[in-house]
Each structure stands twice: as C-alpha cells, then as structure tokens.
C-alpha cells in the first residue's frame, strides 16, 4: 500500500486512491459534496488538546510529532479497517494544515508506514 499526503483544498485525482481526510474538524470553506473525501478518520487526528498546543508553530513540531506518535501508539489506530473495506493500493491521506512541511499528516504518514 502507498500511503500519500495532500492538502483537502487541493483537487482530487484519479490517482489519489482511497482519499482519507485525518483532521479532527472539518476544513473551513470546504463543502462536503465537493471534498471527494471517501473516509473521514477522525480518530487518526491529533488530540484536541495536543493540536490546541502546538498551533502548528514550528518550533513546537519536533515535540508535537513526538507526542502524536505516543498518541497514535497508545490508541493503537491503525488504517487496517478502512483497507480491509477497499482494493485500493494507494491511500492519500488529506489534512488542511496551510504547512505542507510541518503538519500531522506527515507524522501520521511515516507512522502508517511502519506499521
């Protein structure tokens, strides 16, 4: 399985698999109708109080992608019942960050991908 990252805001592909949106909230300004998003996983999100302290400030990444992943190690989340429901072998996880560099869906990526 390929696992990709792209921001919710950007257009769909053909290419873009199983389109899983990881945020906690709803994206602002996105209409669900036009999201094409066939998953909406929640509970892969960053704690509200975890995502409320690091406020996507950079210097906070290092630290919030080391708490994220005990979160994710602790809930033991996994993407295996949403695969299990498709043939897709790609998954594009979306997420509505403005960073494309420092964001959860890059931790919760790498962490997947160990799995």
Not at 39 to 50: H, I, R
Request: some cysteine; hydrophobic content about 45%; proline content about 4%.
């Amino acid at each position: 399985m390929e696992i990709r990252i792209k921001r919710v805001y950007d257009p769909s592909n053909a290419d873009d698999g199983l389109r899983v949106l990881v945020d906690r909230l709803w994206p602002r300004g996105v209409k669900k109708a036009d999201a094409a998003v066939d998953v909406w996983a929640k509970d892969l999100a960053p704690s509200t109080e975890l995502r409320q302290w690091f406020n996507h400030d950079e210097d906070r990444f290092e630290e919030f992608a080391h708490r994220y992943r005990a979160e994710l190690d602790s809930a033991e989340l996994s993407l295996e019942p949403v695969m299990a429901a498709t043939d897709h072998v790609v998954v594009t996880l979306l997420y509505a960050a403005r960073n494309p560099t420092c964001n959860h869906a890059m931790v919760l990526q790498s962490w997947l991908q160990l799995r």
